[in-house]
């Protein structure tokens, strides 16, 4: 009997060692498990043991940013899905819906987010930008003016800066994978 009883201490004090899985873990789990992503896309978790903190790699191949591969870091809270992930770029890239420090917009992240929406959503709107930029509702308010008014230039400045080269005066990090 007194066998039994330290045994029964023993799981207990085992249990309470171990960390207890939040709401925000068994959702992004779930998320996880069922993302199909595209050949385009690829997700790096530097521990795999924190599945809030990971990065997505974005490599399109077609429009305007092929031959790029851009890496977004996604930090997730534990209020998660009740609150959007945190999404930045971690490289300075020349787009009209990211700014020289990162911040992405795009709708689903700010205004728009509902806790029915998953990472592959996000991770789609994300591939979404490389293929539209939306020049209409921009965080860099240049590259959205260039966009506008003159598609060829705009185009020649993304290619400069995917090359790691300057864009009125501004350096970009190289993105071109070839």
């Not at 799981?11 to 595209?38: F, H, M």
């Not at 020289?100 to 728009?112: A, H, K, T």
Request: hydrophobic share 35%; glycine share 4%.
């Amino acid at each position: 009997m007194i066998k039994i009883w330290s045994m029964k201490k023993n799981e207990d004090a085992a249990a309470k060692k171990k960390p207890k899985t939040s709401a925000a873990q068994i959702r992004v789990q779930k998320d996880l498990t069922e993302l199909d992503l595209p050949s385009t896309m690829k997700t790096n978790f530097p521990d795999a043991t924190d599945l809030l903190n990971f990065t997505l790699t974005i490599t399109p191949d077609e429009g305007m940013y092929k031959g790029g591969a851009f890496v977004f870091s996604f930090v997730i809270n534990t209020n998660y899905p009740h609150d959007p992930p945190k999404v930045k770029c971690t490289q300075k890239i020349y787009h009209p819906n990211v700014d020289l420090e990162g911040n992405v917009c795009l709708n689903i992240l700010r205004e728009d987010w509902k806790p029915v929406l998953n990472l592959n959503s996000v991770m789609v709107g994300l591939q979404y930008l490389f293929l539209e930029p939306n020049a209409d509702d921009p965080l860099n308010k240049e590259a959205a003016e260039d966009l506008r008014r003159d598609r060829d230039q705009f185009l020649a400045n993304v290619r400069s800066s995917l090359k790691g080269g300057y864009v009125k005066g501004v350096s970009y990090d190289r993105v071109a994978v070839s």
